[in-house]
C-alpha cells in the first residue's frame, strides 16, 4: 500500500532542452539526442495537455498540507531567507484529490527593503472568491482579488496580499 504521506515523484511537464551540438548529423538526420529530447517533448506535451487543456498534477490534501508546511516558518521573515532555502514554487498549480478544487501555490511579499514574506500557501485558484461576511481580514488574498460577500452582498478587492488574518480587503 503507497504511504498517503509520500510525495508523489516529481515531473517535468517539459523535458530539458538537448546541449548537443552539432544538433544534425553528417546525414543532414538530428542527432540521438536531440531526436530523444524531441520524443520526450512530444510525450509529455501528450500526457500534460488533453483537449481540454493543461492536466494539472493531483495531490491529496495530506501532500499539500506538507509541501505548505515546509513555505510556513518562512512567513514573517524574508524573502532572501525563504528563497536561500526553498525554491519560489509561487504560481505552482495542483489538483486537490481530497476537495476537488484547483489550488495554487502563492508566496506574497510585503514593501519593505528586504521584502518579507506574508503568504506562503495554497490558496484556490479562482477569480472570484465569496465569503459569509466580510474577507477584510478574515480569508487569505492576493491583490487584486475579488471576493463577494454574500451575506451584505458587497463586492470587496483584495488591496494588502497576506494569510487569512492579515489580508485587507476593500469595499468596491
Known amino acids: 500500500m503507497a504511504n498517503p504521506n509520500s510525495m508523489p515523484p516529481t515531473q517535468q511537464i517539459f ?6 551540438v552539432p544538433v544534425l548529423d553528417k546525414t543532414g538526420d538530428f542527432s540521438a539526442l536531440w531526436s530523444l529530447g524531441f520524443s520526450s517533448l512530444f510525450q509529455a506535451l501528450q500526457q500534460n495537455f488533453s483537449n ?22 518562512y512567513v514573517g521573515g524574508t524573502y532572501n531567507d525563504l528563497i536561500t532555502n526553498l525554491p519560489d514554487i509561487s504560481g ?14 502563492v508566496i506574497a ?10 503568504l506562503a500557501e495554497w490558496v484556490p485558484l479562482s477569480v472570484l472568491l465569496t465569503n459569509a461576511g466580510t474577507p477584510d481580514l478574515v480569508l ?25 488574518g492579515t489580508a485587507r480587503w476593500t469595499s468596491i
Open 92 to 105: 505552482q498549480t495542483a489538483y486537490n484529490t481530497t476537495t476537488s478544487f484547483t489550488n495554487q501555490f
Open 15 to 20: 523535458p530539458d532542452l538537448p546541449r548537443e
Open 140 to 164: 487569505a488574498g492576493v491583490l487584486n482579488w475579488l471576493c463577494y460577500d454574500t451575506v451584505g452582498m458587497a463586492l470587496y478587492i483584495c488591496t494588502t496580499a497576506g494569510a487569512a
Open 109 to 118: 511579499q510585503d514593501g519593505s527593503t528586504p521584502p518579507n514574506v506574508t
Open 52 to 73: 481540454e487543456g493543461i492536466l494539472f498534477p493531483p495531490l491529496n490534501a495530506i501532500q499539500i498540507a506538507y509541501i505548505q508546511s515546509l513555505y510556513a516558518p
